[in-house]
């Protein structure tokens, strides 16, 4: 199976991509982790995506997904959101592979960042891994437990 990583800026997603981007997360967060919330949250417009997309079948479908918002206005700070693996296709590595590549493109364009997330808890020692280190008491966000996570850039 071959994997394209493609980094976009949402202006320049296909109408083909955004459905199939959306149609996954509605999956993984509404369906699978019942939580009801409005998901189009009026973000996405400013982010870039970062998508791995598989050959299989037509149209192609993103296996893993991220939602990147760089430093904006003044604002040093890059948060990641909507970090999803495909139900098909988990313990295969492809969440630490489109984590490790969000943040190498951040150390690259971004080198003075700090990165911020708001993890499901039991996920916590997953970001860790890649240098996250909890920043926030435990909250519930949708009914799931979360926690604010922070990596320090590494210059």
């Known amino acids: 199976m071959k994997i394209e990583w493609k ?3 949402f202006k320049e997603l296909s109408t083909e991509e955004l459905y199939a981007i959306l149609k996954l997360r509605q999956q993984v967060f ?8 409005l ?3 009026g973000k996405d417009k400013r982010a870039y995506h970062l998508a791995g997309w598989h050959d299989r079948g037509e149209p192609p479908e993103p296996i893993a997904y991220m939602r990147i918002m ?7 700070l890059t948060s990641i959101g909507r970090v999803l693996t495909h139900p098909n296709f ?3 590595g492809f ?7 969000c943040l190498l493109d951040i150390e690259k364009y971004y080198p003075e960042s700090p990165v911020c997330i708001s993890a499901q808890q039991y996920l916590t020692h997953f970001y860790e891994s890649f240098g996250f280190r909890v920043s926030s008491d435990s909250y519930e966000e949708d009914g799931i437990p979360h926690i604010g996570m922070t ?3 590494l210059a």
């Open 7 to 9: 980094l976009s800026p």
């Open 30 to 37: 509404v369906v699978e982790q019942q939580c009801v919330y």
């Open 39 to 41: 998901d189009c949250d």
């Open 70 to 76: 760089y430093p904006e206005k003044g604002n040093k």
């Open 90 to 92: 988990r313990g295969k």
């Open 95 to 101: 969440g630490r592979e489109i984590m490790a590549r």
């Open 151 to 153: 990596r320090n850039p």
